[in-house]
């Protein structure tokens, strides 16, 4: 069984999908990381990330998987403190906006997720990566509640009102991509969690994936 979860930054997904991958023995698989390894190799080898010509070679030249809970690039598992610092938030909308580099990055992660039941989070699951998925949950959040989820991580050097701003620009770029723009996908279960627990919209999304089950 797949359970598909997308939503945009500070919707709360990654930890409605780590719970659910716990509970119930899923594999939990965060596709952003996958965008975000490539994000790390891209200015590690000194590219501009808007050079597309240079982002598509890394790609290219890069084995993607999912194993133990982390991504690993070209075998070997990346630590996710590399991968969530500003820098990578910075330029991962512009480099997961080119169409070939999503390929593979969609190829690679089906083939993470078509080993077990899995619970896959990201920006186009419900609608590009697993369209057929038997459980698909959109989840939605304000700005100012998403800024101040991402504060309080405190993973960020920003300002309450910079993180603010930075989130707003990374919405506009993942709602601008010519492929795998962030949508709500028309079967999808859609939740606001600005007012809602964690815990509510954990009982939400398992009672979905029960139902279904
Ligand atoms: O979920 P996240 O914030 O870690 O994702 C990082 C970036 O990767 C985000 O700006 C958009 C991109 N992304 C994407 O385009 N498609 C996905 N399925 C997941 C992430």
């Known amino acids: 069984m797949i ?3 997308d939503g945009p930054a500070g ?6 999908a780590r719970m659910v991958g716990e509970n ?4 939990y698989i965060n596709s952003g990381l996958f965008y975000r390894a490539l994000t790390r190799k891209v200015l590690d080898h000194g590219h501009d990330p808007a050079d597309r010509e240079a982002v598509l070679s890394v790609a290219e030249h890069s084995t993607l998987d999912w194993k133990d809970n982390a991504v690993y690039l070209d075998g070997r598992p990346v630590s996710e403190a590399l991968l969530r610092t500003d820098e990578v938030d910075r330029h991962v909308a512009q480099v997961s906006s080119f169409p070939q580099l999503r390929e593979l990055v969609n190829t690679a ?4 997720a078509q080993k077990q039941d899995s619970v896959v989070e990201g920006r186009d699951i419900t609608t590009v990566v697993f369209p057929d998925a038997e459980v698909k949950i959109y989840l939605d959040a304000g700005i100012e509640a998403r800024a101040e989820r991402r504060y309080r991580e405190n993973t960020s050097g920003l300002t309450l009102e910079d993180l603010k701003a930075a989130i707003a620009e990374r919405d506009r770029l993942d709602r601008d991509k ?10 999808a279960v859609y939740l606001d969690t600005s007012d809602l627990t964690i815990d509510t919209v954990y009982d939400t999304v398992m009672e979905t994936i029960r139902l279904k089950r």
């Open 178 to 187: 010519q492929q795998g723009r962030l949508r709500v996908s028309e079967d």
């Open 109 to 112: 992660l089906r083939k993470s």
């Open 24 to 27: 119930t023995g899923f594999t």
């Open 3 to 5: 359970v598909a979860i």
């Open 11 to 16: 919707s709360g997904k990654s930890a409605i």
